[in-house]
């Protein structure tokens, strides 16, 4: 949960980024921390604890200050997980103290399984820590979309978001930095929206 | 999962009382209280020569992986975790369910000097954050004080 620090007048509040392995998780941190705009100090080191081939072993990590906030520093952490199976574990990890989660999905048909497992894997792993994704703000990314064999936005909204009341999701292709931004600033007003709503903050 | 109680600022005035009071008696260079989802609470000490924002992000991660191997190995907990360095050495040790406090220390201090008295400000801390957590729960901040009108613009990209 979010910290909320009053001596200081500082908000810290935790992004995971998810997904199935090589679906772009590490590429949106990496556009982000490449083409933000932010004030002098305001954007931290991307920490990337990954493998000589440079897949994710624990996770990668970027502190940035939001612009546009008066009265308060805002600092967003946004972290991902390992995308590979076997990594499962880890990922419970950096899910403790989750504010907001940005669910990657690789838009190729033949990626479906492995986006939907991915997304049970997530509702699995929540449900250990004792969250339920109903309660937690999150939005679904559709990534890879300058692939040629995309399945349509319909269908994946049909596998992944397919509920009462739909998540927002974005379309992207994150190398080109399209639709990165976007999916990154409607998870942080829903959280700041969760926050300012709930009146009070969880701690502080 | 349970949370963290509120602090107020006369928690983390005392909670810094706590850590100048433990730095000057172990000689340590930066002591901070970290929350083990990544967050930095408080510090005290150097904090010019180190990116404490990252260092504890990667402290709460390196602590709760080193406990599930403890879990791995049938241990409870591995309460503690020591790395040392040429320069600098890093202790961290678990204050309670949601904090942990994490030093870093020349390495030519002793570690027997800097856990020793770890004990006695692990133990204040944890009573202060249990104080803090029997006040009045409900007694929150007004966030409405953060301006949320236009919030499409809280990241922009370059050019």
């Given at each position: 949960m979010a910290i909320i620090n009053q001596a200081t007048k500082e908000l810290q509040v935790k992004i995971v980024y998810y997904g199935?392995?090589?679906?772009g998780k590490t590429t949106n941190l990496v556009q982000v921390h490449d083409h933000v705009q932010t004030q002098a100090g305001n954007k931290g080191k991307l920490v990337s604890l990954a493998t000589?081939?440079?897949?994710?072993?624990f996770f990668d990590f970027l502190p940035i200050e939001a612009m546009s906030i008066k009265g308060f520093k805002t600092k967003f952490q946004l972290y991902t997980v390992p995308g590979q199976v076997i990594y499962n574990t880890t990922r419970q990890l950096v899910l403790r103290g989750v504010d907001g989660i940005v669910f990657c999905a690789d838009?190729?048909?033949?990626k479906m399984q492995e986006n939907m497992e991915s997304f049970q894997n997530l509702q699995d792993n929540l449900k250990a820590l004792k969250l339920n994704l109903d309660e937690i703000p999150y939005v679904i990314q559709y990534n890879k979309r300058d692939l040629p064999n995309v399945a349509p936005v319909e269908y994946m909204d049909f596998l992944l978001n397919n509920r009462e009341v739909q998540v927002p999701s974005f379309t992207a292709a994150a190398h080109k930095c399209e639709g990165v931004f976007e999916t990154l600033n409607m998870i942080t007003r829903m959280l700041l929206h969760k926050y300012v709503n709930q009146g009070r903050p969880q701690y502080a | 999962m349970a949370t963290l109680p509120q602090l107020l600022e006369e928690d983390i005035q005392r909670l810094d009382g706590i850590l100048t009071e433990y730095l000057d008696r172990s000689d340590a260079a930066t002591a901070l209280i970290i929350d083990k989802g990544g967050f930095l609470i408080t510090h005290q000490g150097d904090?010019?020569?180190?990116?404490l924002t990252t260092i504890a992000a990667l402290a709460s991660g390196a602590y709760l992986a080193n406990q599930t191997i403890a879990n791995l190995v049938?241990?409870?907990?591995?309460?503690s975790v020591y790395q040392q360095g040429d320069k600098f050495s890093m202790f961290v040790t678990n204050i309670d369910e949601h904090c942990l406090l994490m030093v870093i220390f020349?390495?030519?201090?002793g570690v027997g000097v800097v856990k020793y008295h770890a004990t006695e400000a692990r133990k204040q801390i944890a009573a202060q954050l249990q104080a803090a957590q029997d006040r009045d729960p409900e007694n929150g901040l007004d966030l409405s004080v953060l301006n949320l009108a236009d919030p499409s613009e809280l990241f922009r990209r370059k050019g």
């Amino acid at each position: 949960m979010a910290i909320i620090n009053q001596a200081t007048k500082e908000l810290q509040v935790k992004i995971v980024y998810y997904g199935p392995a090589m679906c772009g998780k590490t590429t949106n941190l990496v556009q982000v921390h490449d083409h933000v705009q932010t004030q002098a100090g305001n954007k931290g080191k991307l920490v990337s604890l990954a493998t000589s081939s440079d897949r994710t072993l624990f996770f990668d990590f970027l502190p940035i200050e939001a612009m546009s906030i008066k009265g308060f520093k805002t600092k967003f952490q946004l972290y991902t997980v390992p995308g590979q199976v076997i990594y499962n574990t880890t990922r419970q990890l950096v899910l403790r103290g989750v504010d907001g989660i940005v669910f990657c999905a690789d838009s190729q048909y033949e990626k479906m399984q492995e986006n939907m497992e991915s997304f049970q894997n997530l509702q699995d792993n929540l449900k250990a820590l004792k969250l339920n994704l109903d309660e937690i703000p999150y939005v679904i990314q559709y990534n890879k979309r300058d692939l040629p064999n995309v399945a349509p936005v319909e269908y994946m909204d049909f596998l992944l978001n397919n509920r009462e009341v739909q998540v927002p999701s974005f379309t992207a292709a994150a190398h080109k930095c399209e639709g990165v931004f976007e999916t990154l600033n409607m998870i942080t007003r829903m959280l700041l929206h969760k926050y300012v709503n709930q009146g009070r903050p969880q701690y502080a | 999962m349970a949370t963290l109680p509120q602090l107020l600022e006369e928690d983390i005035q005392r909670l810094d009382g706590i850590l100048t009071e433990y730095l000057d008696r172990s000689d340590a260079a930066t002591a901070l209280i970290i929350d083990k989802g990544g967050f930095l609470i408080t510090h005290q000490g150097d904090a010019r020569r180190f990116d404490l924002t990252t260092i504890a992000a990667l402290a709460s991660g390196a602590y709760l992986a080193n406990q599930t191997i403890a879990n791995l190995v049938h241990e409870e907990n591995f309460d503690s975790v020591y790395q040392q360095g040429d320069k600098f050495s890093m202790f961290v040790t678990n204050i309670d369910e949601h904090c942990l406090l994490m030093v870093i220390f020349p390495s030519k201090t002793g570690v027997g000097v800097v856990k020793y008295h770890a004990t006695e400000a692990r133990k204040q801390i944890a009573a202060q954050l249990q104080a803090a957590q029997d006040r009045d729960p409900e007694n929150g901040l007004d966030l409405s004080v953060l301006n949320l009108a236009d919030p499409s613009e809280l990241f922009r990209r370059k050019g």
